[in-house]
T-cell receptor, first 110, second 114 residues
Framework: DQQVKQNSPSLSVQEGRISILNCDYT??????FLWYKKYPAEGPTFLIS?????DKNEDGRFTVFLNKSAKHLSLHIVPSQPGDSAVYFC?????????FGDGTTLTVKP | NAGVTQTPKFQVLKTGQSMTLQCAQD?????MSWYRQDPGMGLRLIHY???????DQGEVPNGYNVSRSTTEDFPLRLLSAAPSQTSVYFC?????????????FGPGTRLLVL
């Protein structure tokens, strides 16, 4: 049973618009949630994170929202840029062990 | 500061052969992990280590061995390669926890088992 799910394999948005990537989890023991970005032939790179005691974290164009009651988090990118086109992985962490979703491929069209 | 380095970048093996994937980090991180990524899937944890001399199994440990004799190095051994182990392997490191849960990944090793 997959503990972290990203139900949208792909998302396409126009440059300048908002991109919203979603992630659901099942394990209440997760205490930290992270988003990673991955370009082809490279390793994932950390983007933004949120502790389970918070409901929002913002860093420039990137904001992560956490709804613990729904076991749902989302990543908002505003405004979206063509350079944001990549695979985005949601990860949930407990005691240093991370579980990853299958990723969402974001394409930002100029 | 090289971060996390992995060698080789690409390897082709025949079924039954053995090999070691190398991983090193120069950030003095306590935690190190090995993941595999198959097409269309996320990263699945193979083995991890919370410090030198301490290792534990992840989600998909079968067919792989690890050891952690130093803080810097965390090699992954395939004792008898199988076609099902064809994948991209990523090594990662992080601090011990809390806000330092953020992992730093290497560039990956692409492994093809024929």
């Amino acid at each position: 049973d997959q503990q972290v799910k990203q139900n949208s394999p792909s998302l396409s948005v126009q440059e300048g618009r908002i991109s919203i990537l979603n992630c659901d989890y099942t394990n209440s023991m997760f205490d930290y949630f992270l988003w990673y970005k991955k370009y082809p032939a490279e390793g994932p790179t950390f983007l933004i994170s949120i502790s389970s005691i918070k409901d929002k974290n913002e860093d420039g164009r990137f904001t992560v929202f956490l709804n613990k009651s729904a076991k749902h988090l989302s990543l908002h990118i505003v405004p979206s840029q063509p350079g944001d086109s990549a695979v985005y992985f949601c990860a949930a962490s407990a005691r240093g062990k991370s579980t990853f979703g299958d990723g969402t491929t974001l394409t930002v069209k100029p | 500061n090289a971060g996390v380095t992995q060698t080789p970048k690409f390897q082709v093996l025949k079924t039954g052969q053995s090999m070691t994937l190398q991983c090193a980090q120069d950030m003095n991180h306590e935690y190190m992990s090995w993941y595999r990524q198959d097409p269309g899937m996320g990263l699945r944890l193979i083995h991890y280590s919370v410090g030198a001399g301490i290792t534990d199994q992840g989600e998909v440990p079968n067919g792989y061995n690890v050891s952690r004799s130093t803080t810097e190095d965390f090699p992954l051994r395939l004792l008898s390669a199988a076609p099902s182990q064809t994948s991209v392997y990523f090594c990662a490191s992080s601090y011990s926890g809390g806000i330092q849960e953020t992992q730093y990944f290497g560039p990956g090793t692409r492994l093809l088992v024929l």
